[in-house]
């Protein structure tokens, strides 16, 4: 079994900063791409940053030169960085890795953690 455990979220004012981490847990044999999520009440999960495993990072536009998704292997953790935030980027934001696991017999799946809320407000 694989545990995402998110941390970093909070209140900030518009044009602050703040850093979400996630760390991966379990018997984890290898650890494909990583991606943080959003979620506003009402609307569907958006996809906000995608890292592979070779450091290849795609961003939605709405955060592309304001958010930094970066990853650490040797510690199965994903960051985001959000600078110069929006009243806009408040979600509940998520982690999600695509994740091979196992000992004897290895699978793939997808994981999530249980989302941590980012609140830009004044």
């Known amino acids: 079994q694989v545990q995402l455990v998110e941390s970093g979220g909070g209140l900030v004012q518009p044009g602050g900063s703040l850093r979400l981490s996630c760390a991966a847990s379990?018997?984890?044999?290898?650890?494909?791409?990583m991606g943080w999520y959003r979620q506003v009440p009402g609307k569907q999960r958006e996809l906000v940053a995608i890292?592979?495993?070779?450091?290849?990072?795609n961003y939605i536009d709405s955060v592309k030169g304001r958010f930094t998704i970066s990853r650490d292997n040797a510690k199965n953790t994903v960051y985001l960085q959000m600078n110069s935030l929006k009243p806009e980027d408040t979600a509940v934001y998520y982690c999600?890795?695509?994740?091979?696991?196992?000992?004897?017999?290895?699978?793939?799946?997808?994981?999530w953690g249980q989302g941590t809320q980012v609140a830009v407000s004044s």
């Open positions: 890292i592979t495993s070779g450091g290849s990072t």
């Open positions: 379990g018997s984890i044999v290898s650890i494909y791409a």
């Open positions: 999600n890795a695509d994740v091979r696991s196992g000992s004897y017999v290895t699978r793939r799946n997808d994981y």
